[in-house]
């Protein structure tokens, strides 16, 4: 047993805003790292060689999305940082499919700690503790790395997340690491790069295999804790103790460009190497093609051409490296599967902003132009919105009860006549408690309208008449990469709901007036 893997055992945010601060003598150089374990160091993006002018223009772009915020870095120095309303500073984001970025970043960390020998290491054999299915000689081929690069070959369908697709029945399954593992080959490892949630889940599943931790402790302690994250989120272990590699974190954006800035410094973190440098020189290069013109390597995306890698997830996640131009920069957002935001076209942006490697003279008439961005986009404003109808006054303040549905929701009552309109509905969520509340307020007037902060964290939630007897009610957990949409259609007594939600869920419910 491993020196390391003893050891183990024995021990087993509220406006938009752009910072622009006092000017610095120089442009920070590579000679001189600053690092932001403490808290990220500010400056005016002038001062770092970049025009206020062309930043502004990419506030606007980016708030005309559904994102959430945009944070922009260069030489360890924060140039620029939108929080788009009802969104705001400090609240950690839900980062999807940036997760397995960072169970790659671990499986680095695990061969620089001795851990594993290596990414050549088969992945049979590190779980021969399992009765495994299916196995074949291609099976035993599979390594470590065709785990990163999504190239395992394991027949797998991950396109909808339908019930009947492999995500989600691994999701279903009593060992899902070992559901994983038993799937059937399709392709010779190596062969064919196929997006799998599976080979994320089964690098943390072999995480807590080696170091008798799951992948959430390990990070604390091996890769937060030396970075200065602190307010972070991973969901619950498994069955087996296992923590999901293929989504479940939330970071606050400025942790998450700790992470794309630890790459940036070749995983150098002040007098550490975090994680190999020869780790981050695969992730650029990506060797691996992939889909719509990116490559793939180490579970994070690229463009080699374009001299950039990220990690990216569902929902307009995105934390993008660009080396040649010593910046990092984040977004989050809500948006639905059919809409993206150009990694291209956020590229170029950013590149048309950098105009010297030098500190530029200060430039008023184009931080002037980014204020004026900054304030189109703190907050949003009220709209014009018609007079509300009859409808309106004759359901507020009614109790709905509703009969079995998938959501579970028991009851529905709108105050929409008060000075501060607000909603409440119940659960059966099947606990000692069976009965579980949720209210807040709700925007009539165009914006959203956030209540104070819940157990489940902070709700905004907008409505509007679509017409005389129909209200759509858009309703978001801040920090949560979904929207959900109500439409609820009144009929006399009655009440028809279709639900729908970014994640592609969709269901109705029907409901009555209580007695």
Same mark, same amino acid.
């Given at each position: ?11 087993s945010p ?6 622009v601060?006092a000017?610095?003598?120089?442009a920070?150089g ?10 990220w160091?500010?400056s ?9 002018a ?16 945009l944070?922009?870095?260069?030489h ?6 939108a929080y ?5 500073a400090g609240?950690r ?11 790659g970043?671990?499986?680095?960390? /695990?061969i ?5 020998? =290596? ?6 054999d $590190?779980?021969? #503790? *399992? !009765? %495994?299915?299916?196995v ?8 470590v790395?065709n785990l990163?690069?999504?190239?395992s070959?394991l ?12 995500i ?11 559901f994983v593992?038993?799937?059937?080959m399709?392709?010779?490892p ?9 080979n ?6 072999l ?5 008798f ?11 937060f ?7 972070v989120?991973?969901g619950r ?14 970071? /606050?954006?400025r942790d998450?460009?700790k992470? =794309?800035?630890?790459?940036?410094r070749?995983? $150098?973190w002040e #007098? *550490? !190497? %975090?994680?190999?440098s ?10 691996v ?18 001299r ?7 929902h307009?996640?995105l934390i993008l ?6 910046i990092?920069a ?10 993206y ?16 490697d ?16 900054i304030?189109?986009?703190?907050t949003e ?11 309106a006054?004759?359901i507020?303040?009614?109790?709905y009860e ?9 009851t ?8 501060r ?5 119940t ?24 209540s104070?902060?819940?157990?489940y964290?902070?709700?905004a939630v ?6 005389d ?8 957990i801040?920090g949560?990469g979904?929207?959900?949409i109500?439409v ?9 709901v279709?639900?729908e ?7 109705e ?7």
């Amino acid at each position: 047993m491993r020196l390391s893997k003893l050891v183990a055992q024995a021990m087993s945010p509220i406006v938009l805003f752009l910072i622009v601060c006092a000017p610095e003598s120089n442009a920070q150089g590579a000679s001189e790292t600053a690092w932001p374990t403490k808290g990220w160091r500010t400056s005016a993006p002038e001062q770092q060689g970049l025009d206020s002018a062309e930043l502004a223009k990419l506030v606007d772009a980016v708030g005309a999305r559904r994102q959430d915020s945009l944070l922009l870095i260069r030489h360890g120095r924060i140039v620029a940082e939108a929080y788009y309303a009802p969104f705001e500073a400090g609240i950690r984001h839900d980062l999807r499919s940036v997760t397995k970025s960072v169970i790659g970043t671990l499986t680095a960390i /695990e061969i620089q700690d001795g851990f594993l020998d =290596g990414v050549d290491d088969r992945v049979v054999d $590190l779980f021969s #503790d *399992k !009765q %495994i299915a299916n196995v074949d000689d291609l099976k035993k081929e599979m390594t470590v790395q065709n785990l990163l690069d999504m190239t395992s070959g394991l027949q797998w369908k991950e396109e909808n997340y339908t019930s009947d697709e492999s995500i989600m029945r691994m999701y279903q399954a009593p060992d899902r690491a070992s559901f994983v593992l038993d799937q059937p080959m399709s392709d010779p490892p190596g062969a064919k790069f196929y997006y799998n949630g599976g080979n994320p889940y089964l690098l943390s599943a072999l995480l807590t295999k080696e170091t008798f931790k799951s992948a959430y402790d390990f990070a604390k302690y091996q890769l937060f804790q030396p970075l200065g994250i602190s307010n972070v989120r991973w969901g619950r272990v498994d069955a087996q103790g296992v923590t999901d590699g293929e989504s479940g974190l939330f970071l /606050e954006p400025r942790d998450m460009a700790k992470i =794309g800035y630890l790459y940036l410094r070749h995983g $150098l973190w002040e #007098d *550490k !190497q %975090i994680i190999p440098s020869w780790w981050v020189d695969r992730v650029q290069e990506g060797k691996v093609e992939a889909s719509y013109g990116f490559h793939y390597a180490n579970l994070w995306w690229s463009l080699p051409k374009r001299r950039a890698y990220m990690a990216r997830g569902r929902h307009s996640q995105l934390i993008l490296v660009l080396p040649d131009l010593d910046i990092v920069a984040v977004m989050t957002g809500v948006m639905w599967d059919d809409e993206y935001y150009s990694v291209g076209k956020l590229i170029d942006a950013i590149s048309r902003s950098v105009k010297s490697d030098q500190a530029l003279p200060p430039n008023p008439e184009a931080e002037t132009a980014l204020a004026a961005s900054i304030s189109r986009a703190v907050t949003e404003p009220p709209r014009l919105m018609p007079e509300p109808p009859e409808t309106a006054r004759a359901i507020s303040g009614r109790t709905y009860e509703f009969s079995g549905n998938v959501l579970r929701v028991k009851t529905l009552i709108l105050r929409l006549l008060e000075p501060r309109p607000s909603w409440e509905y119940t659960i059966d969520n099947g606990k000692e408690q069976p009965i579980a509340r949720f209210a807040g307020l709700i925007g009539l007037d165009g914006a959203f309208r956030k209540s104070p902060l819940a157990s489940y964290g902070i709700d905004a939630v907008k409505g509007r008449w679509i017409d005389d007897d129909t209200l759509e009610v858009e309703r978001r957990i801040l920090g949560h990469g979904e929207t959900q949409i109500w439409v609820l259609r009144f009929d006399g007594k009655k009440i028809d709901v279709r639900f729908e939600d970014t994640d592609g869920f969709k269901t109705e419910l029907h409901g009555e007036e209580a007695d």
